[in-house]
């Protein structure tokens, strides 16, 4: 049921009243490039076919996403829709309009996700799209809301704009400064391997399963890390140690090739998970750091199949003295911090637009927009 009091001359209906819902025609082997007619899947690419199975005005509902986060799109001519995709058409337009349709729809999203069924892929029934209630006004008033959701969400798209070029440029700011002072560094000083500056190198292996566990307990207190991003790359923990000093460690495989950390405490690195220990009579743990992310191939952005140990020894870097490698540590420490403050700030910024967005859109359909 709706929550809160509506006005008097508003209506809830089921949209199953309301509308005619069809799905899509093809499967995922017609995401293909070429064509004329847009071809619309359960993600947010649309792909260019040679042929149409619909030509009208429509809302188009993804039925299916790993995540959850379904979406929607507003659409009218010639178009094919993936099997997965509920094409959503109104059945009178005297009664309800498209662009309000599409504005309650978003508005559903977090519902539909909380009632989506599946483990791996969730999933959308067709009944919990036509169950779905929505409040109905008189046309005018329906007119009337989404001009005025429209001009709201458009100054809210121009300011997050602004806070994600921002946060964008706050982010390239740092590593420019980092590339200057490496770029300047590599016109003075010679290079040496990386293999010179370390006392260790080496993989990590298999998970050590007769001593492990998923979570922290007082048994098992060390860290296993293993080659991620997500969770500072935390697999579970032991009660062995493998790498017990300052050292650095960088993802070999996956999607998170190249991404690097420094560790200070006591740890087992798993699924080849590259870890360096840095001979520090020479170099510190900090510079090493900035030394590896500031390495072509690591920053690059390229798709690295896998890094492994012959292939790390063979980079080079800049050796400084260590009171000039301290001086830049601190130097790039205090711009990394003033960046991730201007990043919080944008963040921040962006995740309250966001929810003004929300807010606005349940104050429309409460009729409490002014």
Known sequence: MMNGKLKKDWEVKKLGDLVNIKTGKLDSNAMVEGGQYPFFTCSRETFAIDRYAFDC??????????????????????????????????????????????????????????????????????????????????????????????????????????????????????????????????????????????????????????????????????????????????YGFTNISRVNEPSITIAGRGSGTGHTEIRYEPFFPIIRLIVLIPNTKIITVEFLKYSIQNLEILSSGSAIPQLTIPMIKEYSISLPLLNEQQAIVKKLDALSAETKKLEAIYEQKINDLEELKKSILQKAFNGELS
């Open 57 to 234: 005005e429509a809302i188009l509902l993804a039925g299916n996403n790993a995540s959850g986060d379904f979406n929607v799109k507003h659409y009218k001519g010639k178009f094919n829709a993936y099997q997965r995709t509920y094409v959503i058409t109104v059945i009178d337009e005297n009664k309800l309009i498209y662009s309000y349709l599409n504005h309650q729809l978003i508005n559903h999203l977090k519902k539909f996700k909380e009632q989506s069924v599946g483990a791996n892929t969730k999933f959308l029934k067709l009944g919990m799209i036509q169950g779905m209630e929505i409040p109905l006004p008189p046309l005018p008033e329906q007119q009337r809301i989404v001009a005025t959701l429209d001009k709201a969400f458009a100054a809210i798209a121009k300011a997050k704009a602004n806070a994600e070029q921002n946060l964008k440029n706050a982010k390239e700011l740092f590593e420019s400064e980092k590339s200057r002072v490496f770029q300047n560094l590599a016109d003075i000083d010679s290079k040496v391997s990386l293999a010179s500056v370390c006392k260790e190198m080496f993989a990590g292996g298999d998970v050590p399963k007769d001593n492990f566990s998923k979570n922290k307990n007082e048994k098992y207190k060390i860290p296993i890390l293993a080659n991620a991003v997500k969770d500072n790359g935390l």
